[in-house]
């Protein structure tokens, strides 16, 4: 049996429910450089505004109501945004993922569903 892998390309970015892992690694090397960036920016202040300008600006992924919330190259962009989030709150690198769920009030992919729900309440238009 020969599964192929079906998306479609748009402006250079992949879209459809089966996307690679390339792919993915370049969405998440994008989100760690804005992270990056914005922490630069803004070093000085407290770390729930910080977290707060995380998910305003560099949560903005373009194509990411499509993604296969339940495919593997999915857990490479959890473990990015773990990551990051350990970075903005100043946290061990061995700090349990429940404790960061506890911080940010809200884990990842519940996040990333709320912007599908709001995607197609919209009626599935990007704007």
């Not at 479609?8 to 690694?25: A, F, I, R, S, V």
């Not at 977290?51 to 990411?64: H, N, T």
């Not at 993604?67 to 349990?96: E, K, P």
Request: proline share 1%; aromatic share 14%; hydrophobic share 40%.
């Amino acid at each position: 049996m020969h599964i192929h892998a079906y998306f479609t390309l748009h402006l250079g970015n992949q879209l459809g429910p089966c996307l690679t892992k390339e792919y993915m690694l370049r969405c998440i090397h994008s989100f760690i450089k804005r992270v990056n960036l914005l922490g630069a920016k803004f070093k000085f202040c407290i770390s729930s505004k910080k977290y707060v300008l995380v998910r305003y600006y560099c949560m903005s992924l373009y194509s990411c109501q499509l993604w296969d919330l339940d495919g593997a190259n999915i857990q490479l962009f959890y473990t990015a945004w773990r990551m990051c989030i350990r970075r903005i709150f100043h946290l061990h690198l061995r700090t349990h993922d429940k404790l960061l769920r506890a911080i940010c009030q809200n884990d990842i992919r519940k996040v990333l569903c709320d912007s599908i729900q709001s995607f197609f309440r919209k009626g599935g238009s990007i704007r």
